[in-house]
């Protein structure tokens, strides 16, 4: 069985300062990790994917995220946040090779502070 | 590329009506998802089909749900009748030989008064 756990429901940063969001993951297989972004009244958008290649793992927008087994965590950063940056972002686990279910976190909402 | 459509993108309508989604997914694409999306209960699964064929329907709340893919590149979610507590945003999403969705449509803003 899969969960996540977005820790953070509002992450609110100062436009020019990095980005930290952060997800916890459990996974009964070896996971697949997805972070995905969401404007207002827009539907999600893949922002990057982890599927057992390489740990740190870049995506659009400048963003990244690196996989921790040890600490079964799956944070996305952004070295510099824009404007263009607030919305909400899901991370999402799955079974990697298996038809398990999909699981999206609940969400945090990121506000950028001019 | 045009993305993945649905339409209408906001419906209102009474208690007790038939409410008809409609999704044109991204040409080529063999997974089909229809999620839900609310306040409360944040973003379900609520079915998801390969190559036409439902796979996995567990995510549907109830008998009054249901979905269809005749072909390739359309699918319908129906709710009959609809009740108040249907209102949510009914997102369609699409992807190319993998799970989770790749793409997602803007959704459908579902109310039911």
């Known amino acids: 069985a899969q969960s996540v756990t977005q820790l953070d429901s509002h992450v609110s940063v100062s436009e020019g300062t990095p980005v930290l969001l952060r997800c916890n993951y459990s996974?009964?297989?070896?996971?697949?990790l997805f972070w995905y972004v969401q404007h207002p009244n827009k539907g999600l958008q893949l922002l990057l994917k982890?599927?057992?290649?390489?740990?740190l793992v870049k995506g659009i927008n400048g963003f990244e995220a690196e996989f921790k087994k040890s600490e079964t965590s799956f944070h996305l950063t952004k070295p510099s946040a824009h404007m263009s940056d607030a919305a909400e972002y899901f991370c999402?686990?799955?079974?990697?090779?298996?038809?398990?279910?999909?699981?999206f976190g609940k969400g945090t909402r990121l506000h950028i502070l001019p | 590329d045009a993305g993945v459509i649905q339409s209408p993108r906001h419906e209102v309508t009474e208690m007790g009506q038939e409410v008809t989604l409609r999704c044109k997914p991204i040409?080529?694409?063999?997974?089909l998802f229809w999620y839900r999306q609310t306040m409360m209960r944040g973003l379900e699964l609520l079915i998801y089909?390969?190559?036409?064929?439902?796979?996995?329907d567990s995510g549907m709340p109830e008998d009054r749900f249901s979905a269809k893919m005749p072909n390739a590149s359309f699918s319908t979610l129906k709710i009959q009748p609809s009740e108040p507590r249907d209102s949510a945003v009914y997102f369609c999403?699409?992807?190319?030989?993998?799970?989770?969705?790749?793409?997602f449509g803007d959704g459908t803003r579902l109310s039911i008064l």
């Open positions: 999403a699409s992807s190319l030989a993998s799970r989770p969705p790749q793409h």
């Open positions: 996974s009964s297989y070896s996971p697949s």
């Open positions: 982890y599927t057992s290649a390489a740990t």
């Open positions: 999402v686990v799955s079974a990697m090779n298996r038809d398990d279910k999909i699981i």
């Open positions: 040409s080529g694409h063999d997974y």
């Open positions: 089909f390969n190559n036409n064929v439902p796979i996995d």
